[in-house]
């Protein structure tokens, strides 16, 4: 069932409004009216008439108040044309576009369950500045990646990047590559899942020469890796000439508990306790940490409209082996109430890529 750009827009302003609200909310998400105000106007050119959205929001876990928001598509939107023409997003909206048609030529059942996603850093300087992001896993990397880059203009980057994939292919699958054009370097953003988990972490930044994770890092990841509560992702910047860029990042994924339900139940457990005294005692995150419960929730906000909001993701990054503050990503997606199969265990019909098939 559909939800109106006018619900998704309903959904996305309730969830902002309770997540500042909440205890512990302003730190983590309280924004200056001029930078609040650049929030909510991003926000309505990420949506899609009768098309589903996901919004996100990111924050780091320490320092400054930033954010960023970015909203995720299935490749589906955009098959037959560019839902976002005439936004000033539109030139993403076309990329996504040409991607679509490539993959329906030669992997069309993938459409419904290819994510794009945009981003925009919402708390810097001037306008909204956006990046684009697509699934390009599995299988179809060898077909795509190349007429991807040429669209870019980055076809110097395929055969680095082609290197790359082949060096770490025992231990990782390509996930997401990201576009960053407005940065001064124009990163291409490999996020790569690790296969077997962080146990072949070194081996995989060994073998292609990457920035090194410092001594502290490396004890505090297999401490989180102790938990037994993630799986993790390794996120890499590919640069124009095929060196590897200063930042390297490492992304904790809820393992089972990722329904809101189910992840309210994980908040209150000793190991996400100690994850929270991890992230504290080594510098990268503060109190705020702990104020994370109150983003996790389910509710009704009109008559016929849900929206779940749940902790999509961690990241902890090293620059130059340098450890920065971590951040959080939460998700927020609005759905009809007739999608909802089973309010009590968190709505299992309408999360996320492993359940694609079967949105309503």
């Given at each position: ?39 909510m ?38 098959a ?13 909206g ?96 490999l ?42 992702m ?32 994980l ?89 694609g098939?079967?949105?309503?």
């Amino acid at each position: 069932m559909s939800i109106s750009m006018r619900q998704q827009l309903e959904a996305f302003a309730y969830w902002r409004r309770q997540l500042v609200c909440a205890h512990g909310g302003q730190e983590l998400w309280g924004l200056a009216a001029s930078t609040e105000a650049k929030l909510m106007n991003q926000a309505p050119l990420y949506a899609l008439g009768q098309e589903r959205v996901d919004f996100y929001m990111e924050a780091p876990l320490l320092g400054r108040t930033q954010v960023d928001l970015s909203a995720q598509y299935f490749a589906e939107a955009f098959a037959e044309g560019n839902p976002l023409q005439g936004l000033p997003v539109a030139q993403e909206g076309d990329f996504f576009h040409f991607y679509a048609k490539e993959l329906a030529t030669c992997k069309r059942q993938l459409l419904q369950h290819c994510n794009l996603y945009l981003e925009a850093d919402i708390t810097a300087e001037g306008s909204p500045q956006v990046a684009s992001f697509i699934n390009l896993s599995g299988d179809f990397v060898q077909e795509l990646l190349p007429s991807v880059l040429a669209y870019r203009g980055r076809l110097g980057q395929l055969q680095p990047v082609r290197a790359l994939l082949e060096k770490v292919k025992e231990w990782c699958e390509p996930w997401h590559f990201g576009f960053m054009e407005s940065r001064d370097i124009r990163p291409l953003r490999l996020v790569l899942i690790l296969k077997q988990g962080l146990q072949d972490l070194a081996k995989v930044l060994d073998c292609i020469d990457a920035p090194p994770i410092p001594r502290e890092g490396r004890e505090l990841l297999e401490k989180i890796d102790a938990l037994g509560i993630f799986k993790f992702m390794l996120d890499l910047d590919v640069l124009e000439e095929g060196s590897l860029g200063e930042i390297v990042g490492v992304e904790l994924i809820p393992q089972e508990a990722i329904f809101p339900a189910t992840q309210q139940q994980l908040v209150a457990t000793p190991a996400f306790a100690s994850l929270c005294e991890l992230l504290e005692e080594t510098s990268i995150a503060d109190q705020r940490m702990e104020g994370l419960v109150n983003t996790i929730f389910a509710a009704p906000i009109s008559a016929d409209t849900y929206i779940y909001s749940r902790i999509s993701h961690f990241k902890l990054r090293w620059q130059s082996g340098e450890a920065l503050p971590a951040k959080v990503y939460l998700q927020m997606r609005p759905v009809k109430r007739q999608s909802c199969i089973n309010e009590a265990l968190g709505y299992a019909k309408v999360f996320l890529n492993g359940e694609g098939s079967h949105h309503e």
